[in-house]
């Protein structure tokens, strides 16, 4: 009994030491016959994943400057509200394109250069 115990023991380690891979893309998603049409693919980003940008400057507001991030220095990501409807004022921030990475980390990088 402790024999099976330290053998369920060492592959439980074992399945935990070891760093969980990423998948291959580029296999993933070859394209394996060229004369069939593809059907679109449409990609939708999570909450975050989008960069905003004021627009009449194009300054970048979202996700801007790690340290405006960091520390909690978002004031540019608020909407202008109508004193009368109170409602948010439409228009002053688009969003223009996918973030790839952000504070060293690659969230569409990859997907997107294998799309």
Same mark, same amino acid.
């Given at each position: 009994?402790?024999?099976? @115990?330290?053998?369920?023991?060492?592959? $439980?380690?074992?399945?935990?030491?070891?760093?969980? *891979? +990423?998948?291959?893309?580029? =296999? !993933?998603?070859?394209?394996?016959?060229?004369?069939?049409?593809?059907?679109?693919?449409? @990609?939708?980003?999570?909450?975050?994943? $989008?960069?905003?940008?004021?627009?009449?400057?194009? *300054? +970048?507001?979202?996700?801007? =400057? !790690?340290?405006?991030?960091?520390?909690?220095?978002?004031?540019?990501?608020?909407?202008?509200?109508?004193?009368?409807?109170?409602?948010?004022?439409?228009?002053?921030?688009?969003?223009?394109?996918?973030?790839?990475?952000?504070?060293?980390?690659?969230?569409?990088?990859?997907?997107?250069?294998?799309?």
């Amino acid at each position: 009994m402790k024999r099976y @115990l330290v053998v369920l023991l060492a592959f $439980a380690l074992a399945g935990c030491a070891t760093s969980p *891979r +990423e998948p291959d893309l580029k =296999r !993933l998603y070859a394209v394996s016959s060229t004369d069939r049409p593809q059907n679109p693919v449409i @990609l939708i980003h999570g909450i975050f994943g $989008a960069k905003l940008r004021t627009t009449d400057d194009n *300054r +970048e507001i979202w996700p801007g =400057r !790690l340290t405006n991030f960091l520390f909690g220095n978002l004031d540019s990501l608020a909407l202008e509200i109508d004193a009368e409807s109170l409602r948010p004022v439409e228009g002053g921030s688009e969003a223009y394109a996918l973030f790839s990475k952000f504070a060293g980390r690659d969230y569409y990088g990859k997907i997107l250069d294998t799309l």
